[in-house]
T-cell receptor, first 116, second 110 residues
Framework: KAGVTQTPRYLIKTRGQQVTLSCSPISGHRSVSWYQQTPGQGLQFLFE???????NKGNFPGRFSGRQFSNSRSEMNVSTLELGDSALYLCASSYYRTSYSGNTIYFGEGSWLTVV | KNEVEQSPQNLTAQEGEFITINCSYS?????LHWLQQHPGGGIVSLFM???GKKKHGRLIATINIQEKHSSLHITASHPRDSAVYIC????????????FGEGTQLTVNP
């Protein structure tokens, strides 16, 4: 089956602009999480969505927002971009929110955002 | 202090060597993941553990819940194993949210 698909893969934006990133989870998966990866901070949790509801949010400013649609596809938006927002943004999906032996998590290839 | 600590940060090995990467955590967890990240960004979940030991090919992962410690072993290492290995934990009450270690950069030389 198709994996987690993230678009776009690469993008360059100017400070002050906004950006929208998209994530299509594996068919049937209802849980989608977003992560930011930077050389200085490593991987950090942004948000988690399950059945169109945000269930968890990380310690990021309000410029970072997201949503999930009825087909489980998710988008994240960053407004008023800053240089420090340059990062790899990763999306991950799983069937359930909770952990049990069969509930593996699957990551997309990520979206590389450069803010200039 | 980070909630998830990995060691070593960098590891260089010769092909065929046995490799161990360690992960210690300080919070209650429902599961621990070992992840592999190759250059280019994509992350693959190698194992998800809540107890005991799992094996897949040349990879073995163990976890000791009482000691809050997990290890990833690679037997007969190969240059294609070169990657960043990341330990990540799911807290007991955080749904599918993961908290990550800083990663271990593994280089296996032929």
């Amino acid at each position: 089956k198709a994996g987690v698909t993230q678009t776009p893969r690469y993008l360059i934006k100017t400070r002050g602009q906004q950006v929208t990133l998209s994530c299509s989870p594996i068919s049937g998966h209802r849980s989608v999480s977003w992560y930011q990866q930077t050389p200085g901070q490593g991987l950090q949790f942004l948000f988690e969505y399950f059945s169109e509801t945000q269930r968890n949010k990380g310690n990021f400013p309000g410029r970072f927002s997201g949503r999930q649609f009825s087909n489980s596809r998710s988008e994240m938006n960053v407004s008023t971009l800053e240089l420090g927002d340059s990062a790899l943004y990763l999306c991950a999906s799983s069937y359930y929110r909770t952990s049990y032996s069969g509930n593996t998590i699957y990551f997309g290839e990520g979206s590389w955002l450069t803010v200039v | 202090k980070n909630e998830v600590e990995q060691s070593p940060q960098n590891l260089t090995a010769q092909e065929g060597e046995f490799i161990t990467i360690n992960c210690s955590y300080s919070v209650g967890i429902s599961a621990l993941h070992w992840l592999q990240q190759h250059p280019g960004g994509g992350i693959v979940s190698l194992f998800m553990l809540s107890s005991g030991k799992k094996k897949h090919g040349r990879l073995i992962a163990t976890i000791n819940i009482q000691e809050k410690h997990s290890s990833l072993h690679i037997t007969a290492s190969h240059p294609r194993d070169s990657a960043v290995y990341i330990c990540a934990v799911r807290r007991e009450t955080s749904g599918s949210r993961l908290t990550f270690g800083e990663g271990t950069q593994l280089t296996v030389n032929p």
